[in-house]
Protein backbone atom coordinates (compact mmCIF):
# COMPACT_ATOMS: atom_id res chain seq x y z
CA UNK A 1 0.00 0.00 0.00
CA UNK A 2 1.11 3.21 -1.09
CA UNK A 3 2.11 5.85 1.88
CA UNK A 4 0.07 8.99 1.81
CA UNK A 5 2.05 11.93 0.98
CA UNK A 6 2.64 14.56 3.84
CA UNK A 7 3.30 17.71 1.51
CA UNK A 8 -0.16 17.07 -0.42
CA UNK A 9 -1.79 15.95 3.02
CA UNK A 10 -1.26 19.57 3.89
CA UNK A 11 -2.28 21.15 0.60
CA UNK A 12 -5.72 19.32 1.05
CA UNK A 13 -6.44 20.68 4.44
CA UNK A 14 -5.38 23.95 2.79
CA UNK A 15 -7.50 23.77 -0.22
CA UNK A 16 -10.84 22.38 2.22
CA UNK A 17 -10.50 25.66 4.29
CA UNK A 18 -10.25 27.27 1.54
CA UNK A 19 -13.55 25.75 0.24
CA UNK A 20 -15.37 26.13 3.41
CA UNK A 21 -14.57 30.05 4.57
CA UNK A 22 -14.44 31.23 0.63
CA UNK A 23 -16.34 29.36 -0.93
CA UNK A 24 -18.90 28.10 1.32
CA UNK A 25 -19.00 25.26 0.22
CA UNK A 26 -21.39 22.14 1.99
CA UNK A 27 -18.98 19.52 4.02
CA UNK A 28 -20.32 17.29 1.23
CA UNK A 29 -19.21 18.66 -1.46
CA UNK A 30 -15.65 19.56 -0.36
CA UNK A 31 -15.35 15.49 0.79
CA UNK A 32 -16.27 15.39 -2.87
CA UNK A 33 -13.97 17.36 -4.38
CA UNK A 34 -11.25 15.86 -2.41
CA UNK A 35 -12.22 12.12 -3.52
CA UNK A 36 -11.17 13.34 -7.01
CA UNK A 37 -8.02 14.42 -5.66
CA UNK A 38 -7.06 10.99 -4.23
CA UNK A 39 -7.63 9.53 -7.64
CA UNK A 40 -5.44 12.10 -9.20
CA UNK A 41 -2.65 10.98 -6.79
CA UNK A 42 -3.33 7.25 -7.59
CA UNK A 43 -3.06 8.06 -10.96
CA UNK A 44 0.11 9.73 -10.72
CA UNK A 45 1.62 7.58 -7.77
CA UNK A 46 1.34 9.97 -5.03
CA UNK A 47 4.10 12.56 -6.07
CA UNK A 48 3.56 15.78 -5.15
CA UNK A 49 1.40 18.38 -6.21
CA UNK A 50 3.29 21.01 -6.88
CA UNK A 51 5.46 18.62 -9.32
CA UNK A 52 2.38 18.59 -11.73
CA UNK A 53 3.29 18.88 -15.44
CA UNK A 54 2.22 17.91 -18.97
CA UNK A 55 3.35 14.10 -18.41
CA UNK A 56 1.20 14.15 -15.18
CA UNK A 57 -1.96 15.48 -16.77
CA UNK A 58 -2.56 13.07 -19.66
CA UNK A 59 -1.21 10.61 -17.44
CA UNK A 60 -4.24 11.20 -14.94
CA UNK A 61 -6.25 11.28 -18.16
CA UNK A 62 -5.53 7.84 -19.57
CA UNK A 63 -6.03 6.66 -15.77
CA UNK A 64 -9.03 8.29 -15.24
CA UNK A 65 -10.68 7.27 -18.91
CA UNK A 66 -10.02 3.50 -18.14
CA UNK A 67 -11.77 3.65 -14.77
CA UNK A 68 -15.12 1.78 -14.54
CA UNK A 69 -16.67 5.65 -13.55
CA UNK A 70 -19.98 6.73 -15.63
CA UNK A 71 -18.84 9.27 -18.06
CA UNK A 72 -20.94 12.08 -15.47
CA UNK A 73 -18.56 10.87 -12.98
CA UNK A 74 -15.44 11.10 -15.29
CA UNK A 75 -16.43 14.55 -16.16
CA UNK A 76 -17.10 16.09 -12.47
CA UNK A 77 -13.73 14.46 -11.41
CA UNK A 78 -11.30 15.76 -14.04
CA UNK A 79 -13.45 19.43 -13.57
CA UNK A 80 -13.21 19.08 -9.82
CA UNK A 81 -9.00 18.16 -10.16
CA UNK A 82 -8.81 20.94 -12.75
CA UNK A 83 -10.20 23.66 -10.27
CA UNK A 84 -7.42 22.26 -7.71
CA UNK A 85 -4.74 22.95 -9.43
CA UNK A 86 -6.15 26.36 -10.80
CA UNK A 87 -5.73 26.99 -7.08
CA UNK A 88 -2.92 25.76 -6.50
CA UNK A 89 -1.71 27.93 -9.06
CA UNK A 90 -3.39 31.27 -7.36
CA UNK A 91 -2.06 30.67 -4.50
CA UNK A 92 1.47 30.89 -6.10
CA UNK A 93 2.92 26.49 -5.93
CA UNK A 94 2.77 26.24 -9.27
CA UNK A 95 5.85 28.27 -9.89
CA UNK A 96 6.56 27.76 -14.08
CA UNK A 97 4.50 28.89 -16.77
CA UNK A 98 4.28 25.26 -17.95
CA UNK A 99 2.77 24.13 -15.18
CA UNK A 100 0.00 26.48 -15.03
CA UNK A 101 -0.44 26.21 -18.86
CA UNK A 102 -0.36 21.99 -18.20
CA UNK A 103 -3.74 22.77 -16.24
CA UNK A 104 -5.39 23.35 -19.46
CA UNK A 105 -4.94 19.60 -20.65
CA UNK A 106 -7.27 18.82 -17.44
CA UNK A 107 -10.21 18.69 -19.52
CA UNK A 108 -12.07 15.81 -21.59
CA UNK A 109 -12.19 15.48 -25.25
CA UNK A 110 -15.15 17.47 -26.74
CA UNK A 111 -17.33 13.61 -27.37
CA UNK A 112 -16.63 12.24 -23.84
CA UNK A 113 -17.65 15.68 -22.53
CA UNK A 114 -20.81 15.84 -24.43
CA UNK A 115 -21.15 12.06 -23.06
CA UNK A 116 -20.68 13.20 -19.43
CA UNK A 117 -23.41 16.04 -19.86
CA UNK A 118 -25.99 13.96 -20.95
CA UNK A 119 -28.60 13.64 -18.95
CA UNK A 120 -30.96 10.39 -18.73
CA UNK A 121 -34.37 9.87 -17.49
CA UNK A 122 -34.13 9.47 -13.99
CA UNK A 123 -36.58 6.50 -12.18
CA UNK A 124 -38.53 7.71 -9.42
CA UNK A 125 -41.99 6.29 -7.25
CA UNK A 126 -45.43 7.41 -8.64
CA UNK A 127 -47.85 9.21 -5.67
CA UNK A 128 -50.05 6.10 -6.30
CA UNK A 129 -46.96 3.84 -5.11
CA UNK A 130 -46.03 6.84 -2.31
CA UNK A 131 -49.66 6.08 -1.09
CA UNK A 132 -49.12 2.30 -1.36
CA UNK A 133 -46.17 2.82 0.39
CA UNK A 134 -46.95 4.75 3.15
CA UNK A 135 -50.59 2.29 3.59
CA UNK A 136 -48.34 -0.65 3.78
CA UNK A 137 -46.49 0.59 6.37
CA UNK A 138 -47.03 -0.36 10.51
CA UNK A 139 -48.27 2.92 12.75
CA UNK A 140 -48.55 1.84 16.13
CA UNK A 141 -45.08 1.79 18.07
CA UNK A 142 -43.06 5.79 18.22
CA UNK A 143 -40.75 4.66 15.84
CA UNK A 144 -43.23 3.17 13.69
CA UNK A 145 -45.47 6.25 13.56
CA UNK A 146 -42.33 8.14 12.77
CA UNK A 147 -40.87 6.38 9.78
CA UNK A 148 -44.42 6.70 8.48
CA UNK A 149 -44.97 10.31 8.45
CA UNK A 150 -41.25 10.70 7.23
CA UNK A 151 -42.19 9.21 4.15
CA UNK A 152 -45.26 11.06 3.67
CA UNK A 153 -43.71 14.27 4.78
CA UNK A 154 -41.25 14.07 1.93
CA UNK A 155 -44.00 13.62 -0.52
CA UNK A 156 -45.77 16.22 1.06
CA UNK A 157 -43.30 18.66 1.37
CA UNK A 158 -40.41 17.73 -1.55
CA UNK A 159 -38.03 18.57 0.99
CA UNK A 160 -34.69 17.61 0.78
CA UNK A 161 -33.63 14.61 3.21
CA UNK A 162 -30.73 17.41 4.50
CA UNK A 163 -33.19 19.68 5.36
CA UNK A 164 -35.89 17.77 6.84
CA UNK A 165 -33.63 15.85 9.48
CA UNK A 166 -33.10 19.24 11.31
CA UNK A 167 -36.68 20.91 11.07
CA UNK A 168 -38.31 20.99 14.45
CA UNK A 169 -42.17 20.61 15.20
CA UNK A 170 -43.31 24.61 14.65
CA UNK A 171 -42.17 24.29 10.95
CA UNK A 172 -45.13 22.78 9.78
CA UNK A 173 -47.96 25.00 9.62
CA UNK A 174 -51.58 22.86 9.58
CA UNK A 175 -53.67 25.93 9.25
CA UNK A 176 -51.88 27.32 6.53
CA UNK A 177 -50.89 24.29 5.14
CA UNK A 178 -47.25 25.68 5.38
CA UNK A 179 -43.42 24.57 5.74
CA UNK A 180 -40.83 27.00 7.06
CA UNK A 181 -37.43 26.24 6.87
CA UNK A 182 -35.29 29.29 7.40
CA UNK A 183 -32.19 28.99 7.06
CA UNK A 184 -31.07 29.90 10.34
CA UNK A 185 -32.89 26.89 11.79
CA UNK A 186 -33.22 24.29 8.83
CA UNK A 187 -30.37 23.19 6.51
CA UNK A 188 -31.74 24.11 3.50
CA UNK A 189 -29.28 24.04 0.20
CA UNK A 190 -27.14 26.94 -0.13
CA UNK A 191 -28.57 28.22 2.76
CA UNK A 192 -32.08 29.25 1.21
CA UNK A 193 -35.17 30.85 3.03
CA UNK A 194 -37.48 27.91 1.20
CA UNK A 195 -41.60 28.74 2.27
CA UNK A 196 -43.62 25.96 0.78
CA UNK A 197 -47.26 25.18 0.93
CA UNK A 198 -48.85 21.46 0.96
CA UNK A 199 -48.54 19.79 -2.47
CA UNK A 200 -51.35 18.82 -4.13
CA UNK A 201 -50.31 14.84 -2.85
CA UNK A 202 -53.57 13.42 -1.77
CA UNK A 203 -55.48 13.56 1.82
CA UNK A 204 -54.12 10.39 3.20
CA UNK A 205 -50.77 11.37 2.76
CA UNK A 206 -51.22 14.94 4.54
CA UNK A 207 -53.37 12.93 7.26
CA UNK A 208 -50.30 10.36 7.79
CA UNK A 209 -48.35 13.47 8.86
CA UNK A 210 -51.15 15.19 10.58
CA UNK A 211 -52.03 12.42 12.73
CA UNK A 212 -48.03 11.65 13.70
CA UNK A 213 -47.59 15.50 14.62
CA UNK A 214 -50.63 15.37 17.08
CA UNK A 215 -49.05 12.21 18.47
CA UNK A 216 -46.04 13.82 19.36
CA UNK A 217 -47.73 17.01 20.45
CA UNK A 218 -50.42 15.16 22.95
CA UNK A 219 -48.87 11.89 23.50
CA UNK A 220 -44.78 12.34 23.75
CA UNK A 221 -44.68 15.74 24.63
CA UNK A 222 -43.02 17.14 22.12
CA UNK A 223 -42.94 21.09 21.70
CA UNK A 224 -42.15 23.62 18.80
CA UNK A 225 -38.48 23.50 19.49
CA UNK A 226 -38.17 19.79 19.47
CA UNK A 227 -37.05 17.61 16.36
CA UNK A 228 -39.76 16.77 13.81
CA UNK A 229 -38.13 13.45 12.99
CA UNK A 230 -36.07 12.99 15.91
CA UNK A 231 -33.78 10.09 16.95
CA UNK A 232 -34.68 6.34 18.01
CA UNK A 233 -33.72 6.03 21.96
CA UNK A 234 -31.79 2.91 22.52
CA UNK A 235 -31.89 0.55 25.12
CA UNK A 236 -31.13 -3.35 26.23
CA UNK A 237 -33.30 -6.05 26.99
CA UNK A 238 -32.35 -8.93 29.49
CA UNK A 239 -29.92 -10.34 27.57
CA UNK A 240 -28.19 -7.03 27.11
CA UNK A 241 -29.21 -6.71 23.55
CA UNK A 242 -29.79 -3.32 22.32
CA UNK A 243 -33.47 -2.73 21.15
CA UNK A 244 -35.72 0.33 20.22
CA UNK A 245 -37.81 2.29 23.25
CA UNK A 246 -38.57 5.01 21.58
CA UNK A 247 -38.19 8.59 20.56
CA UNK A 248 -35.41 10.86 21.81
CA UNK A 249 -35.59 14.44 21.91
CA UNK A 250 -32.51 14.83 19.41
CA UNK A 251 -31.68 15.51 15.48
CA UNK A 252 -30.48 12.56 13.50
CA UNK A 253 -26.90 13.25 12.38
CA UNK A 254 -26.48 12.91 9.11
CA UNK A 255 -29.32 11.79 6.63
CA UNK A 256 -28.33 8.28 6.33
CA UNK A 257 -31.36 7.02 8.91
CA UNK A 258 -33.71 8.68 6.34
CA UNK A 259 -32.10 6.94 3.14
CA UNK A 260 -32.44 3.17 5.08
CA UNK A 261 -36.21 4.42 5.82
CA UNK A 262 -37.12 4.47 2.13
CA UNK A 263 -35.14 1.71 1.48
CA UNK A 264 -36.94 -0.71 3.92
CA UNK A 265 -40.40 0.72 3.14
CA UNK A 266 -40.18 0.40 -0.67
CA UNK A 267 -38.46 -3.13 0.10
CA UNK A 268 -41.79 -4.04 2.00
CA UNK A 269 -44.04 -2.66 -0.36
CA UNK A 270 -42.06 -5.06 -3.36
CA UNK A 271 -41.11 -1.90 -4.75
CA UNK A 272 -37.96 -1.03 -6.17
CA UNK A 273 -35.97 1.80 -3.69
CA UNK A 274 -35.66 4.98 -5.04
CA UNK A 275 -33.72 8.04 -3.45
CA UNK A 276 -35.53 10.56 -0.94
CA UNK A 277 -34.56 12.87 -3.37
CA UNK A 278 -36.17 11.61 -6.20
CA UNK A 279 -39.74 13.00 -4.81
CA UNK A 280 -38.53 16.21 -6.51
CA UNK A 281 -39.10 14.07 -10.31
CA UNK A 282 -42.55 12.13 -8.44
CA UNK A 283 -43.71 15.89 -8.02
CA UNK A 284 -42.43 17.66 -11.12
CA UNK A 285 -44.03 14.25 -12.91
CA UNK A 286 -47.32 15.42 -10.75
CA UNK A 287 -47.09 19.08 -11.83
CA UNK A 288 -47.51 17.84 -15.42
CA UNK A 289 -49.89 15.38 -14.64
CA UNK A 290 -52.05 17.73 -12.69
CA UNK A 291 -52.34 19.85 -16.02
CA UNK A 292 -50.99 23.07 -14.22
CA UNK A 293 -51.17 26.42 -15.62
CA UNK A 294 -48.07 28.67 -16.41
CA UNK A 295 -48.59 30.37 -13.15
CA UNK A 296 -49.26 27.45 -11.33
CA UNK A 297 -46.43 25.73 -12.63
CA UNK A 298 -44.36 28.39 -11.57
CA UNK A 299 -45.75 28.53 -7.93
CA UNK A 300 -45.03 24.48 -8.04
CA UNK A 301 -41.22 25.07 -8.83
CA UNK A 302 -40.77 27.78 -5.75
CA UNK A 303 -42.39 25.34 -3.98
CA UNK A 304 -39.68 23.24 -4.75
CA UNK A 305 -36.95 25.78 -3.71
CA UNK A 306 -36.44 27.02 -6.82
CA UNK A 307 -35.92 30.59 -7.77
CA UNK A 308 -36.20 29.62 -11.80
CA UNK A 309 -38.74 27.28 -13.27
CA UNK A 310 -35.89 26.10 -15.95
CA UNK A 311 -34.40 24.37 -13.10
CA UNK A 312 -37.09 22.45 -12.01
CA UNK A 313 -38.22 21.52 -15.76
CA UNK A 314 -34.41 20.84 -16.80
CA UNK A 315 -33.12 18.87 -12.91
CA UNK A 316 -36.34 17.37 -12.33
CA UNK A 317 -38.92 16.97 -15.60
CA UNK A 318 -36.92 15.00 -17.70
CA UNK A 319 -39.55 12.52 -19.91
CA UNK A 320 -38.84 8.92 -20.62
CA UNK A 321 -38.95 8.17 -24.10
CA UNK A 322 -42.61 6.54 -23.72
CA UNK A 323 -43.62 9.89 -21.59
CA UNK A 324 -42.08 11.44 -24.71
CA UNK A 325 -43.85 9.48 -27.50
CA UNK A 326 -47.21 9.76 -25.83
CA UNK A 327 -46.97 13.35 -25.74
CA UNK A 328 -46.31 13.78 -29.08
CA UNK A 329 -48.70 11.62 -30.33
CA UNK A 330 -51.17 12.70 -28.40
CA UNK A 331 -50.88 16.43 -29.83
CA UNK A 332 -52.07 15.40 -33.08
CA UNK A 333 -55.16 13.93 -31.40
CA UNK A 334 -56.53 17.17 -30.26
CA UNK A 335 -58.83 19.29 -31.91
CA UNK A 336 -59.44 22.26 -30.16
CA UNK A 337 -55.76 23.94 -30.14
CA UNK A 338 -57.36 26.92 -28.39
CA UNK A 339 -57.77 25.23 -25.08
CA UNK A 340 -55.08 22.69 -24.90
CA UNK A 341 -52.71 23.22 -22.40
CA UNK A 342 -49.24 24.50 -23.03
CA UNK A 343 -46.54 21.90 -24.04
CA UNK A 344 -42.87 21.68 -22.49
CA UNK A 345 -41.61 23.04 -25.58
CA UNK A 346 -43.97 25.84 -25.35
CA UNK A 347 -42.93 26.70 -21.70
CA UNK A 348 -39.61 26.59 -22.29
CA UNK A 349 -39.78 29.27 -25.45
CA UNK A 350 -41.61 31.16 -23.53
CA UNK A 351 -39.18 31.40 -20.46
CA UNK A 352 -36.27 31.57 -22.74
CA UNK A 353 -38.07 34.36 -24.75
CA UNK A 354 -38.64 36.41 -21.49
CA UNK A 355 -35.22 35.70 -20.04
CA UNK A 356 -36.47 33.94 -16.99
Not at 7 to 14: G, P, V
Not at 121 to 138: G, L, R, T, V, Y
Request: hydrophobic letters at 40%.
Amino acid sequence: MVELNAKNERLKIAYAVFMDEYDGLAQSTIDGRLAALCRYEEATRFVDFTSFNRERARAFKIALLKTGLVSATKLSTMNQVKAFFQWLANEGHLKTVAQKRAIGLLRLSRKDTRAGQASRPKKFASIAEFKQIIANMPNKTPTERRNRALIAFTALSGARDGAIITMQVKHIDFDKREIMQHPDEVNTKNSKLIVTWFFTVGEEIENAVRDYVIYLREELGFCDDDPLFPKTRMGQDENDCFVWEGLTKEHWANAGPVRKIFKQAFTAAGLTYRSPHRIRNTLMAQAFDLGLSGRELKAWSQNLGHEHLLTSLNSYAKLSHEEQRRAILGISEKTDDKNRPATLAEIKALLVAKGL
